[in-house]
């Protein structure tokens, strides 16, 4: 499987970017997807995760929301009223064996990831 993240930009605080990750060489059915987040200077982390349920980490539920386009084979992350500290590269993952919370809690890994989209919330 390989994946393509897009949809990265500068946007100000309190804007929005929706971010998508196209999956090539097999079907949504078939893998949970992460979106994850690396800040300059600090480790990745996971941001929400998705697969026959969804799940976001706990500081960005309300703000952020993933979806699937099953018609597009991309999941996408909607992001609302960002802050600076969401500032970083954000990757997507594919996960064959995983359910959203094990893949986002990091009790399960990643079979394959994407090349990374910036995002810089700053005025």
């Known amino acids: 499987v390989q994946l393509q993240a897009s949809g990265g930009g500068l946007v100000q605080p309190g804007g929005s970017l929706t971010l998508s990750c196209a999956v090539f060489g097999a079907t949504l059915e078939d893998y949970t997807i992460g979106w994850f987040r690396q800040a300059p200077g600090k480790e990745r982390e996971a941001v929400a995760c998705?697969?026959?349920?969804?799940y976001h980490v706990k500081s960005e539920e309300g703000r952020f929301n993933i979806s699937k386009d099953n018609a597009k084979n991309t999941v996408n992350l909607q992001m609302n009223s960002l802050k600076p500290d969401d500032t970083g590269v954000y990757y997507c993952?594919?996960?064959?064996?995983?359910?959203?919370?094990?893949?986002?809690?990091?009790?399960?890994?990643?079979?394959?990831w994407g090349q990374g989209t910036q995002v810089t919330v700053s005025s």
């Open positions: 998705i697969g026959s349920s969804k």
């Open positions: 993952a594919a996960a064959r064996w995983a359910v959203a919370t094990t893949l986002c809690l990091g009790l399960e890994g990643s079979d394959s």
